[in-house]
């Protein structure tokens, strides 16, 4: 006489199964990256041949290089990330027109009217070793830069954040102090 071992009944397991995964799916939270908004520059026309550049003159490139051990040299001086804004905006607004710092373009501005404008490129490079941390820290400076010099401008003009700026006050601030930060390839530099 052989007995018979009682069967558990499988038949609710799928269903058990997935309502665990559907309560795993609704209650765990989803990390979100930090990263930088960057908008990219229109393509150029087709017919635009590469030629047709003209050259950038050195006084108009600000050059921000990080290395693999984190450590900035900016225009040829070792410089903490605590000061790089600092040096950014002056390089940007060139206040007293140095000639060491970018030249200036007039150019007709609504609400300025016919102003000199900068032709100032932020360049900045890092090594493949930089920490993604510093990176970060190096870029916030540079846009920080631009943005207080907009800041600081549309409180002078308009008596306003530049946030509160309607689209044409915002575009006229913009066109005064346009922000051209340029990334170059990170390189194996040095370092680590």
Avoid: W
């Avoid at 009944?9 to 930090?34: G, H, R």
């Avoid at 635009?48 to 600000?62: G, H, L, S």
């Avoid at 290089?65 to 390089?91: H, I, S, T």
């Amino acid at each position: 006489m052989s007995k018979k071992i009682p069967e558990i009944p499988a038949a609710s397991l799928a269903d058990i199964a997935f309502m665990l995964l559907i309560f795993f799916l609704v209650t765990t939270t989803m990390d979100v990256d930090s990263g930088l908004e960057r908008r990219l520059p229109p393509m150029p026309p087709e017919e635009q041949e590469d030629d047709d550049t003209p050259p950038i003159k050195e006084r108009n490139v600000f050059v921000v290089l990080v290395n693999a051990n984190n450590q900035l040299l900016v225009e040829g001086e070792p410089m903490r990330v605590e000061d790089l804004r600092e040096k950014a905006k002056e390089f940007m607004a060139n206040p007293y027109d140095d000639e060491t710092l970018p030249e200036k373009a007039p150019k007709e501005i609504p609400y300025f009217g016919e102003i000199p404008v900068t032709k100032g490129v932020i360049s900045l490079r890092n090594d493949v070793g930089t920490q993604y941390g510093t990176y970060i820290a190096v870029q916030n400076e540079l846009v920080g830069a631009i943005n207080e010099l907009r800041e600081e401008l549309s409180k002078q003009k308009f008596g306003k954040s530049f946030s509160k700026l309607d689209k044409d006050q915002r575009d006229a601030i913009q066109d005064i102090y346009p922000s051209r930060i340029s990334e170059a390839e990170p390189k194996k530099v040095g370092g680590k």
